[in-house]
C-alpha cells in the first residue's frame, strides 16, 4: 500500500516524496487512516519505525490551511526529541503554509517569543518551558485540536507528569489525543483513562523486541578493567560511529576524556551540558565530525541519529526498558549494528533483567587477547570456554560476535 491511499493531502504527499519515503511503514500503515478517522490513538513500536510521521502526517493533513491560533500541540520530554520532530514536521510541510514552532528550556524566551507573536499553527514543546509560555500568556492552549503526548514514559521517568496534566487541563475536551509510549506503566494508564477518548492501540511487534538485525554481546570483566576493556573494543571494531552509553553523567565525562586521551574525535551528551554543547555535540556526531558519542540515558529515546554501527554500553543499564532504547541506536531502518555490553559482578541481575525483558539470553563472549583478571563472573560457565586471565593460565582462542578489521585500529567515519 502506498502513501498516496492512505488520505493524506496532496501538499503533504509532495512533501513526503521529497523527503525520499517510498513506502508507509506499518505504523504510518496502521495509525494514519485510524487518525484521519478521528480516533485517540495509543502507539506503541520501537524507535525508528517512523512514529513521528505516523501522527506528523495526519496532523498536517487535518490542519489544512494556516490560522492565527496553535491547533496542534506536541509534547516531548527532551529538547532534544523536541527540536528533532520540529525538524521533522517543517519537512513533511515544506510545500505547505503550515508553521511549526519549538519551545524548550536552556535557552533565552526572546526567539521563542517572537516565534509566536509572529503566529504558528503546531507547536513542539518540553513541558516546562510550555507552561511558562502559557502563564506568561505568549500562546494559549485553547484551541489545541490535536494533542500528541510522545515518548510518555520517559515523561514519567523525567518527573514531568504533574505537567503533562496541567497541559492537557489547559486543552479544551473536544480535541484528538494521541499517546506513545514504549511501556504503559499504571500511572500512564490512569492518563490514558482520564485524557483519552475510546482510544485505539497500534503496537508494532512485541513492545519489548529489538531489531533483527542487531548482533547482541555481553563482555563480562573485572571492575577495574573496564576502561581497558572499551578501550580494547573500539581499537578492534570496524566501526564508523559508535555510541558509548554510560550509566551517570559524571561517568559519561570520564569515559569521553578516556577516550579523547587515546585520539579518538568524542562528543558527549548529557543533561548537565548547555543546550548549546548539547546541539554542537549531535550535529558533530550526525555530521560524522566525532566518531564516538558518549551519552547518559537522555540520548536513547527516539533520538534519529543515522547510521550508527554500534553501541557500546559501557554500564549495564539499571532500567531494562533502556536497554531496549540504547540498543534502538544501531540497526535502524534494517541496517544491521552489533551491541556490546560491558558487564561487571554487580550487574549481574541487571543483566539477567534485560534478558529477560527482551526474553533473549545473551552471549557471553571474551575479546582474544585481553589481558583479563579474574572476576567471579568467569565462574558462571557461560563463556563456554576457559578464559585468559592475567598471571594464570592461557585458555584456548575466543571468537567473538562483532566485525573486526585486520590490523586493528579505527576509521573514521564516511
Ligand atoms: P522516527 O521513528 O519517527 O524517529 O523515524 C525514524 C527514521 O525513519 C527517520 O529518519 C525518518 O525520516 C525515517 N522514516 C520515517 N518514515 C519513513 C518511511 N516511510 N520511509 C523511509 N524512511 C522513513
Same mark, same amino acid.
Given at each position: 500500500m502506498s502513501f498516496s491511499s492512505l488520505g493524506l493531502s496532496d501538499n503533504i504527499l509532495k512533501g513526503i516524496r521529497a523527503m525520499g519515503y517510498e513506502d508507509p511503514t506499518p505504523i504510518q500503515l496502521r495509525g494514519i487512516p485510524l487518525f484521519l478517522e478521528g480516533r485517540d490513538l495509543i502507539g506503541s513500536a520501537q524507535t525508528g519505525t517512523g512514529k513521528t510521521a505516523a501522527f506528523g502526517l495526519p496532523i498536517l493533513t487535518k490542519l489544512g490551511k494556516p490560522a492565527d491560533t496553535p491547533r496542534a500541540l506536541i509534547v516531548e520530554p527532551?529538547?532534544?526529541?523536541?527540536?528533532?520532530?520540529?525538524? +521533522?514536521?517543517?519537512?513533511?510541510?515544506?510545500?505547505?503554509?503550515?508553521?511549526?514552532?519549538? !519551545?524548550? %528550556?536552556?535557552?533565552?524566551?526572546?526567539?521563542?517569543?517572537?516565534? !509566536?507573536?509572529?503566529?504558528?499553527?503546531?507547536?513542539? =514543546?518540553?513541558?516546562?518551558? !510550555?507552561l511558562d509560555h502559557v502563564s506568561q500568556k505568549n500562546l494559549t492552549l485553547k484551541n489545541i485540536q490535536y494533542l500528541v503526548l510522545d515518548e510518555?514514559?520517559?515523561? &514519567?521517568?523525567?518527573?514531568?507528569?504533574?505537567?503533562?496534566?496541567?497541559?492537557?487541563?489547559?486543552?479544551?475536551?473536544?480535541?484528538?489525543?494521541?499517546?506513545?509510549? *514504549?511501556?504503559?506503566?499504571?500511572?500512564?494508564?490512569?492518563?490514558?483513562?482520564?485524557?483519552?477518548?475510546?482510544?485505539?492501540?497500534?503496537?508494532?511487534?512485541?513492545?519489548?523486541?529489538? $531489531?533483527?538485525?542487531?548482533?547482541?554481546?555481553?563482555?563480562?570483566? =573485572?571492575?577495574?578493567?573496564?576502561?581497558?576493556?572499551? &578501550? *580494547?573494543?573500539?581499537?578492534?571494531?570496524?566501526?564508523?560511529?559508535?555510541?558509548?552509553?554510560?550509566?551517570?553523567?559524571?561517568? +559519561?565525562?570520564?569515559?569521553?576524556?578516556?577516550?579523547?586521551?587515546?585520539?579518538?574525535?568524542? *562528543?558527549?551528551?548529557?543533561?548537565?551540558?548547555?543546550? $548549546?554543547?548539547?546541539?554542537?555535540? !549531535?550535529? %558533530?556526531?550526525?555530521?560524522g565530525k566525532f566518531e564516538v558519542l558518549v551519552a547518559t540515558d537522555i540520548a536513547s529515546r527516539g533520538l534519529d541519529i543515522a547510521n550508527v554501527s554500534h553501541v557500546v554500553n559501557y554500564d549495564v543499564p539499571q532500567h531494562p526498558e533502556d536497554y531496549v532504547h540504547r540498543?534502538?541506536?544501531?540497526?535502524?531502518?534494517? +541496517?544491521?549494528?552489533? $551491541?556490546?555490553?560491558?558487564?561487571? $559482578?554487580?550487574?549481574?541481575?541487571?543483566?539477567? *533483567?534485560?534478558e529477560r525483558f527482551i526474553g533473549k539470553k545473551i552471549n557471553r563472549e571474551k575479546m582474544d587477547g585481553f589481558d583479563y583478571k579474574y572476576t567471579s563472573l568467569f565462574d558462571d560457565g557461560k563463556l563456554g570456554s576457559t578464559p585468559r586471565f592475567r598471571g594464570g593460565s592461557i585458555g584456548r582462542g575466543y571468537s567473538f560476535g562483532m566485525s573486526t578489521r585486520k590490523g586493528g585500529g579505527r576509521r573514521r567515519r564516511r
Open positions: 527532551t529538547r532534544e526529541l523536541a527540536s528533532q520532530v520540529e525538524t +521533522a514536521f517543517r519537512d513533511f510541510s515544506r510545500y505547505s503554509d503550515l508553521r511549526t514552532t519549538v !519551545l524548550y %528550556g536552556g535557552v533565552k524566551y526572546g526567539k521563542q517569543t517572537d516565534d !509566536l507573536k509572529r503566529g504558528t499553527d503546531i507547536v513542539v =514543546a518540553t513541558p516546562g518551558r !510550555l510518555a514514559d520517559r515523561m &514519567l521517568d523525567m518527573g514531568f507528569m504533574p505537567d503533562v496534566k496541567k497541559i492537557i487541563q489547559k486543552c479544551p475536551e473536544k480535541r484528538h489525543t494521541s499517546l506513545f509510549s *514504549a511501556t504503559i506503566p499504571p500511572i500512564i494508564e490512569t492518563i490514558i483513562q482520564w485524557a483519552m477518548k475510546d482510544p485505539q492501540t497500534v503496537e508494532i511487534g512485541m513492545r519489548r523486541s529489538v $531489531a533483527d538485525t542487531i548482533s547482541h554481546s555481553v563482555y563480562p570483566v =573485572a571492575f577495574d578493567q573496564k576502561n581497558d576493556l572499551v &578501550l *580494547a573494543l573500539l581499537g578492534k571494531v570496524d566501526f564508523d560511529s559508535v555510541i558509548v552509553f554510560c550509566r551517570t553523567k559524571v561517568g +559519561a565525562d570520564k569515559v569521553g576524556s578516556l577516550l579523547k586521551r587515546q585520539n579518538h574525535s568524542v *562528543a558527549i551528551l548529557h543533561s548537565n551540558r548547555t543546550q $548549546a554543547e548539547r546541539e554542537r555535540s !549531535l550535529k %558533530g556526531f550526525r555530521d540498543i534502538g541506536r544501531t540497526g535502524r531502518a534494517a +541496517a544491521t549494528g552489533d $551491541a556490546f555490553t560491558i558487564m561487571v $559482578a554487580e550487574d549481574r541481575q541487571h543483566m539477567e *533483567a534485560v
